[in-house]
């Protein structure tokens, strides 16, 4: 039976190198796979999924006037054997409906993978309704600079500290973002430590 699956982590835990090697077992085994993203996701271009160990794939994006079940049933029904997401967090709520009626009205499985929470611990929409609809959850699990397990996807500033305020979409990678337990998240706000981002000198 299809399943909707959500494979979430936060970042840095290798969440699109493994939509991509998933992408590539089920191509290996001769099965057309529909690789799709959200338009909010424009760091590697506007139509290449790329991850930080180097993958990368051709993509279709997905911008949020679009109806996901109308355009797989005009384009896709019946050429496609799973769809796989990235960076699903930030699908509209109506979007990840619309692939929960994919999988149950075609048999589809469909892998949706991205972050589960913001950099202020709050769920984004896509995520939230992913939460609630999804067959199967699953966290891709990735470390604290301190040995723990890494929960929440702290912003940094230029300056080294911790942001707790903004905008809740502010793309960035290492440059931006670092995974850290909610101990050390805690206690970098509370004492303004200064954060080292992974890949600074």
Same mark, same amino acid.
Request: proline fraction near 2%.
């Given at each position: ?14 969440? &699109? ?24 996701? &424009?760091?590697?271009?506007? !139509? ?14 997905? *911008? ?9 049933? !005009? ?41 589960? &929470?913001?950099? !202020? ?20 699990? &990735? ?7 890494? %929960? ?11 942001? %707790? ?28 430590? *200064?954060?080292?981002?992974?890949? !600074?000198?």
């Amino acid at each position: 039976m299809a399943k909707l699956y959500f494979k979430y982590g936060a970042m840095g835990s290798s969440k &699109t190198a493994q939509a991509l090697i998933t992408k590539y077992n089920y191509e290996e085994n001769d099965l057309s796979v529909w690789l799709i993203k959200p338009s909010a996701d &424009t760091r590697d271009g506007a !139509q290449i999924l790329r991850s930080r160990i180097g993958l990368e794939a051709q993509v279709e994006v997905i *911008t949020p006037s679009v109806d996901v079940y109308r355009l797989f049933e !005009q384009e896709r029904k019946g050429s496609c054997n799973v769809i796989i997401v990235d960076e699903c967090q930030f699908l509209l709520s109506e979007q990840i409906d619309q692939l929960r009626a994919i999988v149950n009205d075609f048999s589809i499985p469909v892998l949706c993978f991205g972050l589960r &929470t913001d950099f !202020q611990t709050k769920l984004f929409p896509g995520s939230r309704r992913l939460m609630e609809l999804a067959d199967c959850i699953e966290e891709i699990k &990735t470390m604290c600079d301190c040995g723990a397990k890494a %929960t929440v996807n702290a912003r940094i500033d230029c300056e080294g500290h911790i942001v %707790t305020q903004g905008a809740q979409v502010v793309l960035g990678g290492n440059d931006s973002y670092i995974a850290m337990c909610h101990k050390c998240y805690i206690a970098g706000i509370r004492e303004r430590k *200064t954060i080292k981002l992974h890949g !600074q000198n």
